[in-house]
C-alpha cells in the first residue's frame, strides 16, 4: 500500500471525510429498527434543507479541511433523490476543499428499480458505488432476506460498471452448510467480474436477530469455527491469486482501489456525519445524530442541527479506538502517532509482553514501531486485540 495514503502526524492538515446518512427504505427489512424507516414517498424539500443546514452546522465547526471522501449509507440511498445528492455534494465541496481525486461513494441495494436511477446519480458527482450483493445463489439470497435474486443483482452489477468508474460488491459466506467447494465457485464467478474491490464478510450472529432467535431455537447451525477458518483461508489465497488482496480483514482491493473513505476511519481520522443515527468524529468528539427520522427533523428545525450529543473522548478512549481500528488494516498502526494523537506514552498502549508471545507463533510482527497482525493472526483477530491493547 502506498505511503502516501498514510495521514500526516498534523490533525489540522489531514484531509476529513464526510458521511451523509439517509434513513428510508421502501420496504421493511431485518435490518430497519423503526416502522418509520418505511416510505413510499418524502418531502424532498424539506430533506434537502434538513440535510443542508445540518451539514453547514459541521462546517461552521471544522470547515476549509481538505475533504478526500463523501460517503452516502444507511437504508437506501440509492433511492435519495439525485438532486438532493447533487446539492449535498455542491455544499460540501464549497464548505471544504476537496482534494483532486475525491472519491464520492453510495451504497446501492442490486435492484432493477435502483439501477435505473445510477446514471442521474452519476451526473450528481457520484463517482464510486457499493453494492449489497450478497450472495449470488438465489436459495442463500432468501436465507438472507434480500428482496433481489441472483439475476437482478447481477444486471445492476453491469449497468452499475458501465456507470461508474470504480465500483465494489460484497458477499456473505461461512453461511450454513456451505462447503469450501461451494464457496469457492461463488467467489470464483465474483471474481470473474473484474471489480477492483470487493467486500467478503463471514456471517456473524449478533444478539437480538433473527439469526440469532433461531440457533437459540434450534433451527439455524452456524459455521463450525474450524470450518470458517478454513473459508477464510481460501478467500485470501484466491483474492491474492487475482490480485486483490486484503487490506482489511475483509476487504479487498487493487493497489490504489482501496476505499478511502473507509480508510480513514481504520486511521483514526476525522469525519463529519449528517443525518439520522449519523456518527462522527471531531476534534476529539465523538458526535451523534438523532436516529429517528422524526426526532432528527425536529431537532434541525429547533436548533438548525441533528445532534443528540457530543461526547469528550479522553486520551485512553482515543487510543483505544485508534488501535482497535488501525490493526484490522494489513498495514497495522503506528504506535508513535496514535501516542502523540492520544498524549500517552508507547508502553500505555500496548502490552509488549504479550505482543513478544503471540509473535512467537507467527501471528503479529513489529517494525520499529509499526505493528501489524499477521494473515495467521487475523484468524484470531477478536482474541488477540484483548490481549495485546493495553488501553
Known sequence: ??????????????PIALYVHWPFCVSKCPYCDFNSHVRASIDSDAWR??????????????????????????????????????ALIDAA??????????????????????????????????????????????EALHFLGRAHDVREGLAALEVAQSTFGRVNFDLIYARPDQSLADWESELARGLSFGTDHL??????????????TLVAQGKLNPADPDHAADLYEQTQAMTAAAGITAYEISNHARPGQESRHNLT????????????????RRDGLATLRHRKPENWMSAVTRNGHGLQGEEPLDDRDRAREALLM????????????????????????????AIARIAGHGM????????????????????????????
Open 364 to 391: 503479529i510482527r513489529q517494525d520499529g514501531q509499526r505493528l501489524r497482525i499477521d494473515p495467521a493472526g487475523m484468524l484470531l483477530l477478536d482474541a488477540i486485540l484483548p490481549e495485546i491493547v493495553a488501553v
Open 93 to 138: 465541496t464549497r464548505h471544504w476543499r476537496p482534494t483532486s481525486d475525491i472519491e464520492i461513494t453510495l451504497e446501492a441495494n442490486p435492484s432493477s428499480v435502483e439501477a435505473a436511477r445510477f446514471a442521474d446519480l452519476a451526473a450528481a458527482g457520484v463517482n464510486r458505488v457499493s453494492l449489497g450483493l450478497q450472495s449470488l445463489e438465489n
Open 1 to 14: 500500500m502506498s505511503p502516501a495514503l498514510l495521514s500526516p502526524d498534523n490533525a489540522a492538515d489531514e
Open 49 to 86: 434543507a434538513a440535510l443542508l443546514s445540518d451539514l453547514a452546522h459541521e462546517a461552521a465547526l471544522n470547515g476549509g479541511r481538505r475533504l478526500s471522501s463523501i460517503f452516502f449509507g444507511g437504508g437506501t440511498p440509492s433511492l435519495m433523490p439525485p438532486d438532493i445528492v447533487g
Open 199 to 212: 467486500s467478503l464478510y463471514q456471517l456473524t450472529i449478533e444478539p437480538g436477530t433473527r439469526f440469532a
Open 265 to 280: 476511519y481504520w486511521r483514526y481520522g476525522d469525519y463529519v456525519g449528517v443525518g439520522p443515527g449519523a456518527h462522527g
Open 326 to 353: 488501525g490493526l484490522r488494516l494489513a498495514e497495522g498502526v503506528d504506535l508513535d502517532r496514535i501516542a502523540r494523537l492520544s498524549g500517552l506514552p508507547v508502553d500505555m498502549l500496548v502490552d509488549r509482553h
